[in-house]
């Protein structure tokens, strides 16, 4: 009974983990790649769960152990999955500022080809003033 409770708990584990993270990527809260890696983790034990061949272990497993494994595990998916959702923030914000960095610089280019255009269109009239005050002395 005691391996029984801790393949289903595998199984719910993956799912739950499939369903998160197709979800946190529906919401772009992580990349498709850490998607994909999470999608790939939760086939993974889902089959641990569910398939006998890969769950023979847990039959040597104690009660107690069973539930710290658990819990261990729980831990260590709960956390890994916020540093992915962490780092997935991370890289969509340096390329949100990275086109907006380029934006800016379209914008400077533009103003510094304005403001030639300008500089070259007064030292045009500059020298006309020039000529016609040589021209009048």
Not at 56 to 83: D, M, P, Q
Not at 88 to 105: C, F, I
């Given at each position: 009974?005691?391996?029984?409770?801790?393949?289903?708990?595998?199984?719910?584990?993956g799912?739950?983990?499939?369903?998160?993270?197709?979800?946190?990527?529906?919401?772009?809260?992580i990349?498709?790649?850490?998607?994909?890696?999470?999608?790939?983790?939760?086939?993974?034990?889902?089959?641990?769960?569910?398939?006998?061949?890969?769950?023979?272990?847990?039959?040597?497993?104690?009660?107690?152990t069973g539930?710290?494994f658990?819990?261990?595990?729980?831990?260590?998916?709960?956390?890994?999955?916020?540093?992915s959702?962490?780092?997935?923030?991370?890289?969509?914000?340096?390329?949100?500022?990275?086109?907006?960095?380029?934006?800016?610089?379209?914008?400077?280019?533009?103003?510094?080809?304005?403001?030639?255009?300008?500089?070259?269109?007064?030292?045009?009239?500059?020298?006309?003033?020039?000529?016609?005050?040589i021209?009048?002395?």
């Amino acid at each position: 009974m005691g391996s029984l409770v801790v393949k289903l708990g595998i199984a719910a584990a993956g799912l739950v983990l499939m369903v998160v993270s197709f979800l946190m990527h529906s919401y772009k809260k992580i990349t498709v790649n850490y998607t994909v890696i999470w999608e790939l983790l939760g086939i993974v034990l889902i089959l641990i769960g569910c398939v006998p061949v890969f769950s023979e272990w847990t039959k040597r497993l104690a009660s107690g152990t069973g539930l710290a494994f658990a819990c261990v595990g729980a831990i260590f998916l709960f956390e890994e999955f916020r540093n992915s959702v962490m780092i997935s923030q991370l890289l969509l914000k340096t390329r949100e500022m990275a086109m907006q960095v380029s934006m800016l610089n379209q914008e400077n280019e533009r103003l510094m080809n304005e403001l030639e255009r300008i500089s070259s269109i007064v030292e045009g009239s500059d020298e006309k003033e020039e000529k016609k005050d040589i021209i009048r002395s």
